[in-house]
T-cell receptor, first 114, second 114 residues
């Protein structure tokens, strides 16, 4: 059973397009996250949601809009894609509202903007 | 603002050696510290989670220690094997606005030579 799943695994698209990445967790966790891993392999948090509510937004351009229809899903929609958006995007989840929660990661979505 | 640094950035050792990876963080007000492994083109696999009240955790050939007051953690790998080759990331979880925010280190790329 996959704990945290993401689709698609690979996404290749043209600059200016709009695309979405989906994430689902079956761990019953309350908190979900989106991370971006750049070409230098540095992982940085983008968003954090707790029970469908946005709690962290790390100065990400407003072209990125997360949506959480329920606490098991956190999707990421990106408008007007730019070359600099090319990266691997990871979804993660943890049980805790605050403190102590172990994070579980999805397999990542490699986005390439041409 | 939490900053997490890992030294060395890359490490190459012969099979069978014991080795230590280092992680340092600037803000000691943390919930926990988690060590991950990332294989090329893959997601993150959680190795060990140390809560802020703990000093160390062990799993098989891995031992992680935490010295919160000095802002340091080490990951000790005993009797290294070629299959241990990967990038190792430490991630520090701390409070932000009453919720958990995770900051990743820059990673140590390990190569174990047969």
């Amino acid at each position: 059973d996959t704990a945290v799943s993401q689709t698609p695994k690979y996404l290749v698209t043209q600059m200016g397009n709009d695309k979405s990445i989906k994430c689902e967790q079956n761990l019953g966790h309350d908190t979900m996250y989106w991370y971006k891993q750049d070409s230098k392999k540095f992982l940085k948090i983008m968003f954090s949601y707790n029970n469908k509510e946005l709690i962290i937004n790390e100065t990400v351009p407003n072209r990125f809009s997360p949506k959480s229809p329920d606490k098991a899903h956190l999707n990421l929609h990106i408008n007007s894609l730019e070359l600099g958006d090319s990266a691997v995007y990871f979804c993660a989840s943890s049980p805790g509202l605050a403190g102590g929660g172990e994070q579980f990661f999805g397999p990542g979505t490699r986005l390439t903007v041409l | 603002k939490q900053e997490v640094t890992q030294i060395p950035a890359a490490l190459s050792v012969p099979e069978g050696e014991n080795l230590v990876l280092n992680c340092s963080f600037t803000d000691s007000a943390i919930y926990n510290l988690q060590w991950f492994r990332q294989d090329p083109g893959k997601g993150l696999t959680s190795l060990l989670l140390i809560q802020s009240s703990q000093r160390e955790q062990t799993s098989g050939r891995l031992n992680a220690s935490l010295d919160k007051s000095s802002g340091r953690s080490t990951l000790y790998i005993a009797a290294s094997q070629p299959g241990d080759s990967a990038t190792y990331l430490c991630a520090v979880s701390g409070p932000t606005g009453g919720y958990q925010k995770v900051t990743f280190g820059t990673g140590t790329k390990l190569q174990v030579i047969p």
